[in-house]
């Protein structure tokens, strides 16, 4: 095992050996399960259609492929939910989805080798455009 230092500091980074998973989980406009998903891609629907998640009237391109059948009760406690931005929420939902499809169970033995990389340059741009109007 090789150890790295991380830019600096005292403590050292371990690169071990992963195991991953590769599923056909997530949340997108078309569904959020991947049964959803593969039926609309073959029966070729996109549901694209009018915003309906803000009004869109003073903007010029008034459609998108909205997430419409999400609910992050389903994923996560409530309480959680509300101190997230709704895709973070999609991205809880998600690991959640492939965790199921892969069949994976996260237990004391394996709790510490498991986890999600989310990265972020600005966060929610629903929550830059809530600051803005305050």
Not at 11 to 24: A, G, K, M, Y
Not at 36 to 61: C, Q, V
Not at 100 to 109: K, L, S
Not at 126 to 131: P, Q, S
């Amino acid at each position: 095992m090789r150890e790295y230092g991380y830019a600096g500091l005292s403590r050292t980074w371990r690169f071990l050996p992963i195991e991953s998973f590769i599923t056909p989980s997530g949340v997108s406009s078309l569904g959020v399960s991947a049964e959803r998903y593969w039926r609309m891609l073959k029966a070729g629907e996109t549901n694209i259609d009018r915003i309906t998640h803000f009004d869109p009237s003073p903007y010029t391109s008034q459609l998108a492929g909205e997430v419409r059948d999400f609910k992050p009760g389903d994923w996560m406690d409530a309480k959680d939910a509300r101190r997230m931005a709704r895709f973070s929420q999609f991205v809880v939902a998600a690991s959640r989805m492939a965790l199921e499809d892969a069949d994976f169970a996260i237990d004391d033995a394996n709790a510490g080798r498991v986890g999600v990389y989310l990265g972020t340059g600005i966060g929610s741009l629903e929550g830059i455009a809530d600051e803005h109007r305050c």
